[in-house]
């Protein structure tokens, strides 16, 4: 070829784009979550704003190849604020045939198909039934399409190292993101530094996958596939220090923040469960904070060593998905009967039953709401965003705390592993809160109530002179004796529901979105935010007489949101479930409310939230 | 505090007496029920321990044993069915100060809380299990139990039970508690010296009561139990020394393979290859176990007793551990590892 660094050439055209979103794809092998997390740590130093989504399957290695193989994660990024993981990709990374197959139907028309065509092989192609090349057929005209011999580029690079094939070809994902930086214009540092520390104990390893990420950035730039490359300017982001952080690792972060502040060590109990298990692993990290993390032999057992911590003075917290919930719900029950403080994190997933392990869906509501033997009222926080996970554990222990009772904290596997910069909290300026003092011995009853808040005394044992007894007999009122009385029974019922509602008085005025009264509201919970903000903004833009709100508070409601619905002519509830949040609020308010569903295991799209809005506002109900 | 320490702290203010122990609720058992004996052999024995009350707390599940916090004046937690082993765990570990005991019976405790038996054991949790044994459902009046005999005639199996009963004591063992014993309700003075060893000994404790349920299965343990009887059908383990049994002393256990036989001598005249007891050996432990009635005597006392680290001293070493290695640091831990700065 004869080319070299002094050969004149025209620098590469460089065009401004406003926002992209690019989904990263293969099999669960070619190491995709890594390379996408990868390329959102360069774009989150570039000053964009970014909203990511990870999309793995259920099996840890399904059969190479094939479609329940595939494993793809979105990043949408952009110069102005980010609401959601975008809807369609413009660029799609396939590193092998199912994964073209799998997303194809997603990818915008024109969009960039980049495409591994060295795993374009017989026998790939025909594990998922493709009769002919798709690379050769025509069928891909649509798309930009940029065929890259990935596997040979990388081994290429990599010639004159003493590496074994497999390594080699472990090293294409690195050659790939190579590119994209290019495209995209990313700096390498922080890949090139994470390279360095993932494989310091193995000096060739840190000097291949460098060397493929430096080859695959020269290439995208020299051998002129693409023509031009892309600059995404910085967002106008509030001043200060940000982080990437996911909603597993946030809630976990609020847990030992909580902990920090209320002087409480943080006890908790849980089992494995996807998609939970990463608040157990963040967690098991940070002992040194006096954090005792017990992986129990069962769900059962982790709430119940839970409840046993808080009966012991700690703040107990157990976490898990649906179908642990159900395990739970007896031992729940206790702690409401014990008033003890409890948080339990529900990381929702598809289900009924094992459904659908890793994909997301928010139908644990009423299961969270109503789902104990008795009349057994919890409160229930939800987080919107992954960083607000933070915000809502935080909250949780708060509320737990203050009114001695057990809390919902409810999450999804979306805010679970999806992930956004966050402004990190300064320490200094998180609410207070403490458990309160208690009364002198000679006047602590175990179930008197403090009049604010109807909390009963927290006397941990090891504290002489207020030694008693606790359990999910009922209670009798003040003496927390066991007792079977009918009037008194009915009391103790009515002072649970009533201590729970009193946790309204605490919910901040609910902010509304869009406009203050008109057409249609939006009402919202849960990791639907960006969609249903996003979709209420643009129909903003032409003046729809639109507003939305975000509940982050379940049970009890905010007292200001039958005012608020009142202020429209309909109410539009879009849920990841049949219907949930709308039964309860017809249910509470008596409104016609209409809901908005979508049970696919993934969230909502911004288009599909606007179009939903849309059809109210033409047609009305019906 | 370790237990050591905790073994050996002289009681806060005035000494403590079986009375300071009696909870001002009534009990409700039914006249004639074995859990009385239980009872007051336990408020009997916490005075002496020199643990200061409130630093005890029993936790139980569901089932007629499981009242048994209600009338202890400590601090107690009377739990859901089979579960108390969990919450017993979570507060040991979070209160590592308390002395906990958990209260449980054959359906609690080995049936539908059977996994959490098996796990607070083999953790080596610091809990003084007790396990009330009357091989019946009492409280939900009179259904087959785990420990009920293949055969036996309850309300739920009218033609009798086809169920192969679980040996609490081999269960014990196999799960990995370091300590295992098996005493009779009415046999006061064996019960108290056992219990003694219980209370002092630190993790996973584990003992079975064999107890009377004079409603629903009257004289289930009378052939160990009754005085008449009692000698001949029992045997006493007791470390280092010869298992030697029968109203005489004249009987003895010995092992021929791996099974264990009678052997008949003349009074004070035991033979030398007599089994002798060792607490310490796990594959003795189980083979007595196995002994039973009426094929054996039944053995009672300590099976196993060794030392081992407990769960919760482990727990708090990882913690000071991490402590000493970084100290915590809230903000940064907020900042996590890379982190990036928006100007003004």
């Known amino acids: 070829m004869g080319e070299t660094k002094t050969d004149v050439k025209p620098e590469a055209a460089v065009e401004e784009l406003e926002a ?54 979105q990043i949408h990024f952009s110069s102005r604020e ?21 997303n194809l139907k997603d990818l915008k028309k024109g969009g960039i198909l980049l495409v591994n065509t060295d795993s374009f092989t017989p026998q790939n192609l025909t594990k998922v039934q493709y009769a002919k090349n798709p690379l050769e057929d025509g069928s891909l005209s649509e798309f930009r399409l940029i065929p890259v011999e990935l596997s040979r580029l990388t081994g290429n690079a990599l010639s004159g190292l003493a590496l074994t094939k497999v390594q080699v070809e472990r090293c294409k994902n690195f050659f790939a993101l190579g590119m994209m930086f290019w495209l995209y214009d990313r700096p390498m540092e922080s890949t ?134 159900a395990l739970k719900s007896e031992a729940i029950g206790l702690a409401v009967m014990t008033e003890l403080p409890l948080v339990i994190v529900d990381v929702q997933r598809g289900g009924p039953s094992t459904g659908l392990p890793t994909k997301t869906e928010q139908a644990d509501l009423l299961q969270c709401l109503y789902g104990r033997n008795g009349e057994c009222p ?96 009922e209670k009798q009122d ?38 203050k009264s008109g057409k249609v509201l939006v009402i919202g919970w849960g990791s639907t935010f960006g969609a249903i903000t996003a979709a209420v ?86 | 505090m370790n237990d050591e320490e905790l073994t050996g702290l ?28 239980i009872l007051a052999t336990v408020q009997k024995l916490l005075p002496s321990l020199g643990i200061p009350r409130e630093n005890i707390v029993f936790v139980s599940g569901i089932g007629c044993s499981s009242r048994f916090p209600y009338y202890m004046n400590t601090y107690g937690f009377h739990s859901i069915h089979g579960r108390a082993p969990t919450f017993a765990t979570g507060l040991k570990l979070s209160n590592p100060k308390l002395q906990v005991w958990v209260v449980t019976g054959d359906g609690d405790g080995l049936s539908i809380g059977g996994n959490h038996l098996i796990h607070a054991l083999r953790r080596n949790v610091d809990l003084k299990i007790l396990l009330f044994n009357n091989k019946i459902y009492g409280l939900t009046k009179g259904q087959a139990s785990p420990t009920s005999e293949f055969g036996k005639k309850t309300k739920s199996t009218p033609q009798g039970s086809v169920d192969f009963p679980v040996n609490p004591v081999s269960f014990a063992l196999a799960s990995g508690a370091t300590f295992v014993a098996r005493v009779i309700d009415t046999d006061i003075p064996h019960f108290s010296a056992v219990l003694e060893r219980a209370a002092k000994h630190k993790g996973s404790v584990f003992v079975e009561i064999l107890q009377n349920c004079i409603v629903f299965n009257d004289g289930a343990w009378s052939d160990v139990s009754a005085k008449a009887t009692r000698d001949e059908n029992n045997v006493d383990l007791r470390h280092g020394q010869p298992l030697v049994f029968g109203k005489d002393r004249d009987k003895g256990i010995r092992l021929k393979g791996f099974t264990p036989e009678i052997v008949q001598f003349p009074a004070g005249q035991p033979p030398k290859d007599l089994l002798v007891h060792d607490e310490t050996s796990p594959v003795l432990a189980q083979i007595l176990a196995h002994m039973d009635h009426p094929e054996l005597p039944l053995p009672q006392g300590i099976f196993r007793a060794v030392q081992a680290p407990a769960l919760h001293e482990l727990v708090d070493k990882q913690v000071e551990q991490a402590r000493a290695a970084a100290p ?17």
């Not at chain 1, 390893?205 to 020299?222: D, R, S």
């Not at chain 1, 029974?489 to 406009?515: C, F, S, W, Y």
């Open chain 1, 20 to 73: 992209v979103t690019i989904r990263f794809a293969g099999d669960s092998g070619d190491g995709i979550q890594l390379t996408g997390m990868q390329f959102t740590t360069a774009t989150a130093l570039a000053g964009n704003d970014l909203s990511t989504l990870p999309d793995y399957p259920a099996e840890i290695r399904a059969p190479a190849g094939t479609l329940p193989g595939v494993s793809g994660y």
């Open chain 1, 82 to 102: 980010v609401l959601t993981p975008g809807d369609a990709p413009d660029v799609l990374v396939a590193m092998n045939p199912a994964s073209l197959k799998a």
């Open chain 1, 192 to 325: 090139l530094k994470w390279i360095g520390e993932k494989f310091k104990k193995t000096p060739l390893l840190v000097e291949a996958n460098t060397k493929a990420l430096h080859a695959g950035n020269a290439y995208a730039e020299t051998a002129e596939i693409f023509g031009s490359h892309y600059k995404v300017r910085k967002a106008p982001i509030v001043p200060g220090v940000y982080r990437n952080i996911t909603g597993n690792q946030a809630a976990a972060l609020g847990m030992v923040a909580a902990s920090q502040v209320s002087g409480l060590p943080l006890f908790y109990g849980t089992y494995p469960i996807t998609p939970a298990s990463d608040i157990l692993h963040e967690l098991s990290k940070h002992k040194n904070f006096g954090v005792r993390t017990f992986q129990a032999e069962d769900e059962i057992a982790a709430v119940g060593a839970a409840i046993g911590a808080s009966f012991g003075g700690a703040l107990g917290v157990t976490g898990t998905s649906g179908p642990g919930v």
């Open chain 1, 378 to 473: 919890i409160p229930i926080v939800a987080a919107a965003t992954p960083a607000e996970c933070f915000t809502m554990a935080y909250e949780a222990f708060r509320i737990a705390i203050k009114y001695m009772t057990p809390v919902f904290l409810l999450t999804d596997g979306y805010l679970a592993n999806g992930s956004e910069p966050w402004l990190v909290p300064e320490v200094s300026k998180l609410p207070r809160f403490e458990s309160r003092a208690l009364p002198p011995k000679e006047q602590f009853k175990p179930y008197s109530r403090e009049e604010g808040t109807l909390a009963r005394p927290w006397a941990v044992p090891g504290i002489s002179g207020y030694e008693h007894r606790i359990g999910g007999l």
């Open chain 1, 478 to 515: 003040v003496t927390g004796n066991v007792s079977y009385d009918p009037d008194n029974h009915e009391r103790m019922v009515r002072l649970r529901h009533a201590k729970v509602n009193k946790i309204a008085q605490d919910i901040p005025p609910t902010e509304i979105i869009g406009a």
């Open chain 1, 537 to 622: 903004r643009q129909l903003r833009q032409h003046d729809e007489p639109v507003g939305a709100i975000h509940l982050r508070y379940l049970n009890p409601l905010p007292p200001d949101l039958g005012d608020i619905m009142g202020r429209f002519e309909q109410v539009l509830v879009p849920e990841m479930n049949m219907g949930q949040l709308l039964k309860v609020l017809r249910a509470k308010y008596l409104v016609p409310a209409v809901g908005l569903n979508k049970i696919k295991g993934q969230p909502f799209k911004i288009a599909e939230v606007a179009n939903g809005i849309v059809s109210l506002l033409k047609n009305g109900r019906n």
């Open chain 2, 10 to 37: 002289p009681a806060s203010g005035p000494m403590l007496t079986r009375k300071d122990f009696v909870s001002d609720q009534l009990v409700r058992w039914c006249p004639g029920c074995g859990d009385f004996a």
């Open chain 2, 328 to 344: 915590p640091d809230l903000q940064r831990l907020l900042r996590g590892p890379e982190t990036w700065t928006v100007a003004a």
